[in-house]
């Protein structure tokens, strides 16, 4: 989004609020610095990197620095080298990376186990970012998040390559999709899954995750829209979790959801679809069948999910007549389970400004007024909004929702 589309609330008293300038603002581009790398090798924290439309090399980011794209922007690694050159971000812990804008090309690499993105440490927000996952014979995982916490807001993965890894970290993500990578691709034939959880919290609200369905009839199975291992808490609020179907009429059906974690996975007005698959049939053609939603432990929750409707608006569900308080900060944290709030807070150390208070309706939606234009001096500012709700009984924390202005 440009400066005149990139928006917040229309709040009378915003005004009187002084968001956290950059230190400085870096232009990548004609007339700048030639590549992102470049750019990163002479900021410091709290900078922007303001990247001009046009394709750029992958680059590494061990510094908490906002990189937004003025226009088209695509990181599209070098030809020249064949081992793979991901995009990696290590921002020191208490520190955040936030990449708004950027469109991330694979390189087709010959090296095993490439992935497109990996963040390692701190937390990196992507803001409407495009990611393609890597070649489909060399790397499963589009984005690897490893010990790190990572903030999704209207991001979107290309089909058929482009899983998702979150190991021993955590993730929050509004208003994407993901979409599994194909099994035998990989030289496997165990299931992937287009969100892969191990030993992490995650929180998704009004996202879709699609498991790869197969195309051939080969012993090859469909994949999981989320599969979750470890000790892991994860909670999805208005979400819909498919599993991909097999072709092979010797396959199994695979469900949308398979949690071999020690807790529950926690849902709220969330559709799971188990994918098609067949069955033996003593000696007679297979029968196909459905696999279940679910498989392994999962329970229904009153949770207070959120996101984007448009450029200008924004909403919070939960059931009806929750009371909804909403506050604004230039930032978020970690995730953070605070008693009784059931749910992860984002905002704990921030200067919270109070921006609404209403309710939900009887359709459970509450929506706060409309977005009005930034100018370009708050470019490469995260502005974030915080919902918690009371339904009656517990207090609920939504998704980060906000956008980093570009």
């Known amino acids: 989004m440009t400066?005149?589309?990139?928006?917040?609330?229309?709040?009378?008293?915003?005004?009187?609020?002084?968001?956290?300038?950059?230190?400085?603002?870096?232009?990548?581009g004609p007339g700048g610095f030639p590549q992102i790398n470049d750019a990163l090798a002479v900021a410091q924290p709290g900078d922007t990197i303001r990247v001009l439309s046009g394709g750029y090399l992958p680059f590494t980011v061990t510094v908490g620095v906002r990189i937004v794209a003025a226009g088209g922007v695509s990181i599209v690694p070098s030809t020249l080298c064949s081992c793979g050159q991901p995009t990696r971000l290590s921002p020191p812990n208490g520190q955040t990376a936030y990449v708004a804008g950027l469109t991330f090309i694979p390189h087709f690499s010959t090296s095993l186990n490439y992935q497109t993105v990996v963040v390692t440490s701190g937390q990196v927000v992507f803001d409407g970012c495009t990611f393609n996952g890597p070649h489909p014979y060399k790397g499963p995982?589009?984005?690897?998040?490893?010990?790190a916490d990572v903030v999704l807001i209207g991001c979107s993965f290309a089909p058929w390559r482009s899983s998702v890894m979150v190991d021993q970290g955590s993730l929050c993500a509004t208003g994407c999709t993901f979409h599994g990578t194909d099994p035998l691709s990989q030289g496997t034939l165990n299931q992937m899954a287009a969100l892969d959880v191990v030993s992490s919290k995650v929180q998704l609200s009004h996202c879709t995750l699609r498991g790869y369905s197969t195309a051939v009839a080969s012993m090859q199975v469909g994949g999981f829209g989320l599969r979750v291992s470890g000790s892991s808490d994860v909670w999805l609020t208005d979400c819909v979790v498919t599993a991909g179907d097999t072709a092979s009429s010797w396959v199994a059906a695979v469900p949308a959801v398979l949690n071999t974690s020690s807790r529950p996975v926690q849902y709220r007005n969330t559709t799971f679809v188990g994918g098609w698959g067949y069955l033996p049939n003593n000696g007679g053609p297979p029968v196909r069948v459905q696999a279940p939603g679910v498989t392994g432990p999962a329970q229904p929750a009153s949770l207070l999910g959120g996101h984007v409707t448009s450029p200008t608006a924004i909403e919070y569900t939960a059931v009806p007549s929750s009371i909804v308080m909403i506050g604004l900060t230039f930032g978020v944290t970690p995730p953070a389970l605070v008693p009784p709030v059931v749910q992860p807070l984002r905002l704990l150390g921030l200067p919270v400004f109070t921006f609404a208070i209403g309710t939900t309706s009887a359709g459970g939606v509450y929506a706060p007024p409309a977005f009005a234009p930034l100018s370009i001096a708050f470019v490469g500012t995260p502005v974030c909004f915080h919902g918690v709700a009371f339904d009656g009984v517990d207090f609920l924390a939504a998704p980060t929702l906000g956008r980093v202005v570009r």
């Open 141 to 147: 995982y589009a984005l690897w998040c490893s010990h």
């Open 3 to 28: 400066p005149r589309t990139c928006s917040i609330f229309a709040f009378c008293a915003l005004a009187m609020l002084e968001a956290p300038p950059a230190q400085a603002i870096h232009v990548v």
